[in-house]
C-alpha cells in the first residue's frame, strides 16, 4: 500500500480514492477493535501501552505505517487476521467471501506506467549512458532507442492476473502456487572493438499458467 497508495482496498471501482489511513484510524477508535488492535501491538513491539496510548500513537499516520509494516513481518496471519476480520468497514482486509469488498482494487490517478518510465529512461541516456534499467514495479519492460536499451525486469514476486483482481480475497492468497510469477533479469556485456553495451533481458525461471 505505501505511504501514497495509488490502490485503496476495498473501494468498489465506481467510488473515488478515500485516505486509507483516516479510514483505519476511525476503525482503530471503536472499543472492541481497539482492545484488539492494542493486544496485537504490545505483543509485536513488546511493549505494555495502554488503550488510550497506542491510540494517540496511531493517530500519526506515520507511526500507523511503520505499526503495519511490523505485524505483518513479525506476527502471523492469524492474529492480525483476527483482528481486521471485525473492522467494520469497506477498506477490510478480510479472508470473509462473503463481504462485497473483500479486496477490491480502486485504481486511482492511473497512468501508463510503462510509458512514464521509458519516457524518464530517455531522459537519462546520453553519450555516456548506454542502458537504463528500472526495477520492482511489476512491470517488465524492454525498449530499444538507437544503440541504447531501456529495461525494466520487473519483479521477483508471483503476480495476480489484472482481470481477476476485483473479486480477489486473501483467502485465495493463502497458497502461492496459485499464482504465476516470471522471473527476468538484465545481461549486460561489451562486444570487443565496440564503442557501446550490448544487454538483453533475459527470463530466467517462469510460471505462466495458473488457476487464479
Partial sequence: MGTEPTA??????????????????QCIAIDK?????????????????????????????TKLFEFLNEIFVKSTP??????????????????NPNRKYTLSIFK?????????LFNKALGLLN???DIVVFGHTHQPDSRGYGNKKYFNPGS?????????MDSLTLA????????????NYVKVWR???????????????????SPV
Fill in 191 to 209: 562486444k570487443s572493438g565496440e564503442n557501446f553495451l550490448k544487454s538483453e533481458m533475459v527470463t530466467f525461471e517462469e510460471l505462466l499458467s
Fill in 33 to 61: 477493535i481497539l482492545e484488539k488492535i492494542t493486544s496485537l501491538y504490545n505483543e509485536v513491539l513488546g511493549t505494555n501501552k495502554t488503550e488510550i496510548e497506542v491510540k494517540n500513537e496511531l493517530n500519526d499516520d
Fill in 172 to 183: 485465495d492468497l493463502a497458497n502461492e502456487d496459485n499464482f504465476p510469477y516470471k522471473l
Fill in 78 to 95: 492469524d492474529k492480525w487476521l483476527e483482528v481486521m476480520n471485525a473492522w467494520p468497514t469497506k477498506t477490510t482486509l478480510s479472508v
Fill in 127 to 129: 553519450d555516456k549512458v
Fill in 156 to 164: 521477483w514476486t508471483r503476480y495476480v492476473n489484472i482481470e481477476k
Fill in 8 to 25: 485503496t482496498l476495498g473501494v468498489p471501482a465506481k467510488d473515488k480514492p478515500k485516505d486509507v489511513f483516516k479510514q483505519i484510524q
Fill in 108 to 116: 486511482a490517478g492511473m497512468t501508463d506506467i510503462k510509458d512514464d
